[in-house]
T-cell receptor, first 116, second 109 residues
Framework: GAGVSQSPSNKVTEKGKDVELRCDPI?????LYWYRQSLGQGLEFLIY????????KSGLPSDRFSAERTGGSVSTLTIQRTQQEDSAVYLC??????????????FGEGSRLTVL | GQSLEQPSEVTAVEGAIVQINCTYQ??????LSWYQQHDGGAPTFLSY????GLEETGRFSSFLSRSDSYGYLLLQELQMKDSASYFC??????????FGAGTQVVVTP
């Protein structure tokens, strides 16, 4: 596609439920990133994929969070047993080449998660 | 680990010049990027510095001093549409980008 696509754009769930967020990067982009942004805050790094492997998972807040990437393309971020503090916008970004060495990431519009 | 510091807010009038400073601490430094984000929108890339010096892109310029672990974004001829949040981001090991907390730029008439 023309840009990074994320779905759903909005998700409202009840505390304790599992959610899956999907990211479809720009075709040909080998690096994929997940960030979390709470209202009025900065971007919190979650995880980074190079191809299908994740060299850096250091940002995942807890073991309730997991992510995978298959075929070097689509990625899914899964949050199990959601908590209210998980409410945020989850942003996906992709870049061409090995990691963000060009410094340029292309972001999707984000998935806004609200946990009631 | 990595840490970045930038001012939380800057206010300026239309036509003015604004400089947003960013200091960082990191290992495996490869470069410094700047992003703009309007309310409710996605961050968009503005500039990237891998080497010391000034990079100019239209009304926006970015500077890096690796020895001082310091960079800045310069916004010239401010326009109302420049009201947004601006983030510096350090590119470190593995190509990981770590973002600062952001600077809210408010442009007044």
């Amino acid at each position: 596609g023309a840009g990074v696509s994320q779905s759903p754009s909005n998700k409202v769930t009840e505390k304790g439920k599992d959610v899956e967020l999907r990211c479809d990067p720009i075709s040909g982009h080998t690096a994929l990133y997940w960030y979390r942004q709470s209202l009025g805050q900065g971007l919190e790094f979650l995880i980074y994929f190079q191809g299908n492997s994740a060299p850096d998972k250091s940002g995942l807040p807890s073991d309730r969070f997991s992510a995978e990437r298959t075929g070097g393309s689509v990625s899914t971020l899964t949050i199990q047993r959601t908590q209210q503090e998980d409410s945020a916008v989850y942003l996906c970004a992709s870049s061409l080449g090995a990691g963000g060495r060009t410094g340029e990431l292309f972001f999707g519009e984000g998935s806004r998660l609200t946990v009631l | 680990g990595q840490s970045l510091e930038q001012p939380s807010e800057v206010t300026a009038v239309e036509g003015a010049i604004v400089q947003i400073n960013c200091t960082y601490q990191t290992s495996g430094f490869y470069g410094l990027s700047w992003y703009q984000q309007h309310d409710g929108g996605a961050p968009t890339f503005l500039s990237y510095n891998a080497l010391d010096g000034l990079e100019e892109t239209g009304r926006f310029s970015s500077f890096l001093s690796r020895s001082d672990s310091y960079g800045y974004l310069l916004l010239q001829e401010l326009q109302m549409k420049d009201s947004a949040s601006y983030f510096c981001a350090v590119i470190g090991s593995w190509g990981k980008l770590q973002f600062g907390a952001g600077t809210q730029v408010v442009v007044t008439p």
